[in-house]
């Protein structure tokens, strides 16, 4: 079994890195952030994802996990050096910044004196892996006898164990038999599960994250496209996207409406792909993305309209209780989130806000300090004039409504993530509205 390094221990990196060390390999984790180290070292996952916690624990006490700052001791240990950090939106620009994975090449490179594999798993500008080749071969002792692979990752933040371990396919963009035979090495255990391999170029790697991400959004986006049709024909999108969903072709899969998409992948991914694909000179094949990330937009705003039709017209001193601050449920990643866009909005324009999230409370405070927070879906609620739902965790979707009647001042509700059973919260008494139904 090749000896495996991961550098960047973030959510992909500390996931891989837990993951792969479970799964039999020896395994050491790298990131200049010592205090991260530090919290990994001692069990501690830096970030919340449900059944990591207890792989950390296993594979620490297995002997087989460590972390270290010191990517000299990476490039002694490791036979096949994951990189695993970010890329987010550059500041002013669509484009991806490339600042840390050119600073982890470069700073394992002087230290790979013998033959290895370093393995982008970042999502990427297409020639990325072109460029890093050049790169790690001019700054590295070992010269050509290091390749590069990319090998792109499909993470679904709440399901990341998951998707490590029994991942739905795995993505080998090499350059050489050798380079496919040490992938093959380094995810034995995941192949010997019948977990397919598509073996392709590095360019092709490169992409194949992007055009889902892509594909993804705009089946998203569609769905929301036609709630703004809808709501301008008096139509429902709820039983829309049903009937949609029976048709095999399209499948019911991401064919949701409501607030649309947010974290640190799906928006900064689009938007990295439309710039580089403007820079290739292919930027007109995927002008329509454009498109996407508007209609994705939108929905923030007319959440927010929603809730003012709902109050009346005004929403000065209108006491609003936010469900929701994650950008999904089972996550506490609140980058892009559209629910604390639509919390922030609403109390610019005069409402008061009072925030809770089952797993995004720290985070959420850190990033929309001018926001209350409270403890409790019943303690945000209490003496509300409206609630919101904004991020569809299963404690939201299994609310009481006669309960909750008996906290608010008003039953009103806005269900930005078609959650709710309308007829059943109706029922109890609500005014219930959703982006797309009359």
């Known amino acids: 079994m090749p000896r495996l390094t991961v550098i960047g221990t973030g959510y992909l990196g500390a996931t891989h890195a ?8 020896e395994v050491l ?21 449900p059944g990591l916690p207890e792989l950390l624990v296993k594979a620490l006490e297995s002997g087989r996990l460590r972390f270290t700052t010191s990517f000299a001791e990476a490039g002694e240990f490791g036979d096949v050096h994951f990189v695993c950090v970010g890329t987010p939106q550059r500041p002013g620009s669509y484009a991806a910044d490339m600042r840390y994975v050119d600073a982890a090449v470069a700073d394992l490179a002087p230290h790979l004196h013998r033959r290895a594999l370093v393995v982008g798993k970042s999502t990427v500008p297409i020639g990325t892996a072109a460029r890093l080749t050049e790169l790690v071969r001019r700054l590295a002792p070992a010269g050509d006898e290091v390749e590069l692979a990319w090998n792109p990752e499909f993470l679904r933040e ?37 977990t397919p391999a ?57 064919l949701k409406p409501g607030l649309g998409f947010g974290g640190g992948c799906l928006p900064k991914d689009i938007r990295a792909f439309l710039h580089r694909a403007e820079e290739l000179g292919v930027g007109q094949a995927v002008a329509f993305l454009r498109e996407v990330d508007d209609i994705n937009k939108r929905r923030r705003a007319r959440t927010v309209d929603l809730v003012r039709e709902l109050v009346g017209g005004d929403l000065s001193g209108v006491r ?41 409370m720290d985070n959420a405070r850190r990033t929309h300090p001018e926001l209350s927070y409270g403890q409790s879906t019943m303690e945000v609620a209490r003496d509300a ?31 930005g993530r078609h959650a709710l059973d309308a007829a059943r919260w109706r029922a109890a008494g609500w005014e219930y509205r959703a982006l797309g139904r009359p």
């Open 18 to 25: 837990i993951c792969m060390a479970v799964l039999g390999y």
């Open 29 to 49: 984790g790298v990131d200049v952030d010592a205090a991260k180290v530090e919290r990994l070292a001692s069990g501690e996952v830096p970030f919340f994802e």
């Open 158 to 194: 709440g399901y990341a164990v998951d998707d490590t371990m029994k991942p739905d396919r795995l993505v080998f963009g090499v350059a050489s038999p050798w380079a496919q035979q040490r992938l093959r090495a380094a995810y034995a255990p995941v192949l010997a599960q019948g």
């Open 198 to 254: 598509v073996v392709t170029d590095l360019a092709t790697a490169e992409l194949v994250k992007v055009a889902a991400n892509a594909f993804l959004a705009t089946k998203i986006s569609y769905i929301n496209a036609m709630a703004e049709v809808c709501e301008g024909t008096g139509a429902d999108v709820h039983d829309l996207a049903q009937a949609l969903a029976y048709d095999n072709r399209i499948g019911g899969r991401f």
């Open 320 to 360: 609003v209780a936010a469900l929701g601050a994650a950008f999904k449920p089972n996550s506490d990643d609140v980058r892009d989130a559209p629910a604390l866009d639509v919390a922030s909005t609403l109390q610019q324009a005069g409402a008061t806000v009072r925030v809770f999230d089952p797993a995004a």
């Open 385 to 415: 004039d409206v609630v919101v739902l904004l991020t569809e965790w299963a404690e939201f979707r299994e609310i009481d409504p006669v309960a909750l009647a008996g906290m608010v001042a008003h039953a009103r509700i806005v269900d």
